[in-house]
């Protein structure tokens, strides 16, 4: 087991990010802390999914002046694009609604804006 | 009591993803790739171009770059819609 | 900012632009392409932002006319992609044909600019989606964090 643990580095390490990102978003209370946790999460996901395509002693998949060398999947490469783009929006919708949230309530603690009032 | 129950499912989630995970995936650099592979060796006949990933993106898995382009509206209609400011102020 | 800096910055700002639109439209010959040809303009329009204040940029990037260019380039995508209905609903109907429709020999070769069919059209519309998208979204959040809107 331990050779399949370092055989496979780049998983591991995409699996250490993903449970520092766990610890955050479970036991941290300020708001700009579980922004942050939330950004770590998609990055280490863009990791994994960057590292499931590779193929050993691979070239880019790109056609204009390539060297000679099996191809990379480009399948995955082309989910990760997207997601990135998408990350950068979303963590702007959610910085948006923490200012509205400080600006209302005063604190940047989650457990003083936890009940709904009326 | 609340602060075990979360310490407990981090760390039977931790350890099922390192080593239960681990014995069913794939050795790293050798992925399972008969689609990748059918698209590579045709890309350049049926898109036309050179870029593989941008044939992928476009042409082939165009349908989600439809549904991707509809978030990104929807997201950065949402943070021009939060961030107005209010017209009446309330008097606290 | 100081006089050097905004004097660099709107120098710079011609290179950006350059740089950012040669990315977006040789999308199907090296990598690139839409998303991160936006990415690089808007972080140009960041930077502008960061060395003007956003008072002054506020002038010149109006909320209608960056909501007229990002829904411009979602109708762009949307009338290409219905363009080729008579085979499927995203086909390549420009493969072979006269605009932008040569076909690149197998296995490694210079690029040619002109080929790739359907992608350099839909490369330009998302490029302008993803530009105007994530300049409005940095300009909204600078602007109410010093306390003034968005003008109509």
Known sequence: MTETLIGNFPFVAAVVLM???????????????????????SSSVNLFLVTLGYRAGGI????????????????????????????????ALILSLVIRIYRHTGSLDSKKSRRMKG | MRQIFAWLFLIVLMVFLVIGGFEMMHPFGEPP??????????????AGSNNVVGAVVFDYRGFDTL???????????????????SEKKEET | MSKIVRTVASQLMAFVLVFGLYVIMHGHVTPGGGFQGGAIIASGVVMLIVAFGSG??????????????ESSGALLFILVAFAGIGTVFFYNFLVGSRIFGGIPPTGSNPGDVWTGGVIPLMNLA??????AGLSAAVLALALFSSGEEMEE
């Open chain 1, 60 to 91: 880019a998949p790109i056609y204009t002046d390539a060297p000679e060398g099996p191809m990379v999947l480009p399948v995955v490469q082309a989910l990760t694009l997207t997601n990135i783009v998408i990350a950068v929006a979303t963590s």
């Open chain 3, 126 to 131: 998302v490029g302008l989606k993803v530009t």
């Open chain 2, 33 to 46: 790739s008969t689609m990748d592979q059918y698209i590579i060796d045709n890309a350049q006949e049926e």
């Open chain 1, 19 to 41: 449970g520092i990102a766990l610890y955050i978003l479970i036991f941290r209370r300020n708001l700009i802390k579980i922004v942050m946790g939330i950004t770590i999460l």
């Open chain 2, 67 to 85: 549904g991707e382009a509809t978030v990104l509206f929807a997201a950065v209609m949402g943070v021009l819609f939060v961030l107005r400011a």
């Open chain 3, 56 to 69: 002054q940029i506020k002038k010149f990037l109006r909320e209608r006319r960056l909501s007229m260019v």
